[in-house]
């Protein structure tokens, strides 16, 4: 029933879950340091204390775009052991296990992630969200991405959790919540003009469900 994927590789954010449609969003810059690029979305709430990081990190991105996971992890590695306490590299480096796909190993590094945060990295917290949802784990899901949306005051973390919550709740059945959450998502994504054909695919493929 999930027909959109909607694939987040954050690094400055990086997911793997927003493997979609991107022709409009591509180039965008949004509110508070989020920039969308193809199937990717960066996040720049946290920072990297050396120029080194940043490059090494740019390098693995690059790899991941290419699909070269096995460079990509050695590189996020090495910066690792530059800034060991960097959320982003964390985060990037779980978004490669998944793609490879190593699922425990992912949600070992997101979990990683949200640690050396203090829990303030909140895009691992999107990804781990992601991740325990499609693999079922609907109520540990379901707390990370309300943990989101009381703790954010980004607006697309806001509406991409309420997203991944209308999905969560088409898949367990309770379609009046469904509602209630693409609802709070489409107003912020219109007001953004972002995630157009997620948001279309979604409404179209998932929430006509509800109607039968």
């Not at 978004?95 to 190993?105: D, W």
């Not at 949802?133 to 309420?162: T, V």
């Not at 709740?169 to 709070?184: H, L, P, Q, R, V």
């Amino acid at each position: 029933m999930r027909k959109v994927i909607l694939l987040i590789l954050v690094s400055l954010l990086i997911s793997c879950d927003f493997i979609e449609k991107t022709n409009d969003i591509q180039d965008s810059m949004l509110a508070k340091g989020f920039t969308i690029e193809g199937e990717s979305i960066y996040f720049g709430e946290s920072e990297f204390e050396f120029e080194k990081t940043v490059k090494l990190n740019n390098s693995a991105l690059e790899y991941s775009r290419q699909r070269k996971f096995i460079k990509a992890r050695k590189t996020l590695l090495k910066a690792l052991d530059i800034e060991p306490q960097n959320p982003i590299l964390w985060n990037n480096l779980g978004n490669v296990e998944r793609v490879s796909p190593n699922e425990s190993k992912a949600k070992k590094y997101f979990e990683k992630s949200i640690k050396v945060s203090d829990s303030t990295y909140l895009v691992a917290v999107l990804n781990l969200g992601i991740l325990h949802s499609y693999s079922g784990d609907f109520d540990k899901s379901k707390k990370l991405f309300h943990y989101i949306i009381s703790n954010s005051d980004n607006d697309l973390l806001e509406a991409i959790s309420n997203l991944e919550l209308t999905k969560l709740y088409i898949d367990t059945g309770n379609c009046e919540k469904a509602k209630k959450s693409f609802k709070i998502a489409d107003k912020i994504l219109n007001d953004l003009n972002v995630l157009k054909e997620t948001k279309n695919d979604l409404k179209k493929f998932n929430l006509d469900y509800c109607q039968n």
